[in-house]
C-alpha cells in the first residue's frame, strides 16, 4: 500500500456550459519516504492537485488515500508550504511560527515550544529577524519564515505548491538547500509542484510532468538516481543530469506545442524515457 496514492481523480469547475475539467484521471502512488516533483507549465491545474492532496477541495471522482485512509478536510499530518507567504503581519517572525507550533503540539511545555521554535528558525538563518515583523523582511527572508513554520508542524507529508517561484534565482538556490537539508533530517514525504525543471531534478526523487489541461493528466515519471546531497555545480557537469533534464524539458516542449496547436493529446511517449534510472 502506498504512503499517499491518487486512483482515478477528476476536478472541475463551474457548472453547464461553462464547466471546464481541469483535471482527468490522475493516478499516483508516492511511498512513505519519497520526495516527487510535478513539473508543468502555469495554469496545467498543478495548484489544483495539491490543493486536492492538503483536502482544501474535494474530487468530482476518483479517491486520494493518505496511509490507506481517503483524505477528508485539512490535517497536520500534511502540511502544506504556499508560493504566497501567508505570515501574520502584526506577528512577528517569532509567534507566527510559535503559533502553528502550539496547534499541533498541545501538550508541550513553554519550554519545549521555545526551544522548538527557535531551533527551527536558526534551521533557515533567521535568529537575527526572529523579533521582526513582516513588513520589516524581504521576500525570501518571509518565505523561510514561512518554510519554518511548515517544517516546524512536523507535518507526515510535506505539500510544496511553488514555494520558490516568487524569488530571484540566488535566493530560490539557497531556500532549495535549505529546504533538502532540513528533510534530509528524516527524510518526511515530500510533494513539490514546479514548473522549474532544475529545480525538480535537484531535489527530488522523481519528477512527473503534468501534461497541460483542460483534462490535465500526468505524464511519464523520471527517476532521479543521483546520489544525495547534491552539489548544484557538481550536477551541471554530470551526463545524467542534461540527459534527463533535456529529456523532461523535451517532453514538455513537445505537449506545449501541441497544446497551442489546439491538438487533442491522446497519447504521446518519447523513446527510452518512460521510465528511465540515473545514476
Known amino acids: 500500500m502506498a504512503y499517499l496514492e491518487l486512483k ?26 519519497e520526495f516527487v516533483a510535478i513539473v508543468g507549465f502555469t495554469g496545467s491545474g498543478k495548484t489544483t492537485l495539491v490543493n486536492l492532496i492538503a483536502g482544501l477541495i474535494e474530487p468530482d471522482s476518483g479517491e486520494i488515500l493518505f496511509k490507506g485512509k481517503p483524505i477528508q478536510g485539512t490535517s497536520h499530518e500534511r502540511g502544506i508550504i504556499f508560493q504566497n507567504y501567508s505570515l501574520l503581519p502584526w506577528l512577528t517572525v517569532y509567534y507566527n511560527i ?24 536558526e534551521k533557515v538563518h533567521l ?20 518554510v519554518a513554520r ?32 532540513i528533510w534530509s ?41 543521483i546520489e544525495r546531497p547534491r552539489n548544484k555545480i557538481a550536477l551541471n557537469h554530470l551526463d545524467s543530469f542534461k540527459k534527463l533534464r533535456n529529456g523532461i524539458i523535451e517532453y514538455l516542449m513537445e505537449i506545449g506545442q ?13 523513446p527510452d524515457l518512460v521510465p528511465m534510472k540515473f545514476n
Open 127 to 146: 535568529s537575527h529577524a526572529s523579533h521582526k515583523k513582516p513588513k520589516e523582511l524581504s521576500g525570501g527572508m518571509r518565505q523561510r519564515v514561512a
Open 8 to 33: 482515478n481523480v477528476c476536478k472541475s469547475y463551474g457548472e453547464g456550459k461553462n464547466k471546464t475539467e481541469v483535471l482527468s484521471n490522475i493516478n499516483l502512488k508516492i511511498e512513505e519516504g
Open 150 to 181: 511548515t517544517l516546524a508542524m512536523k507535518p507526515e507529508l510535506i505539500l510544496m505548491d511553488e514555494p520558490l517561484g516568487a524569488l530571484d534565482a540566488l535566493t530560490r538556490g539557497n531556500l532549495q538547500e535549505e529546504i533538502l537539508s
Open 258 to 270: 501541441e497544446r497551442t496547436a489546439g491538438l487533442e493529446i491522446t497519447h504521446y511517449e518519447l
Open 98 to 121: 510559535e503559533m502553528a507550533v502550539k496547534s499541533v503540539f498541545k501538550d508541550w511545555t513553554k519550554k519545549e515550544i521555545e526551544d522548538h521554535v527557535n531551533n527551527f528558525i
Open 185 to 225: 533530517e528524516d527524510k518526511r514525504t515530500a510533494l513539490l509542484i514546479t514548473n522549474d525543471v532544475d529545480e525538480g531534478v535537484f531535489m527530488a526523487d522523481r519528477v512527473i510532468p503534468l501534461r497541460p489541461g483542460p483534462k490535465a493528466t500526468l505524464g511519464p515519471q523520471f527517476e532521479i538516481e
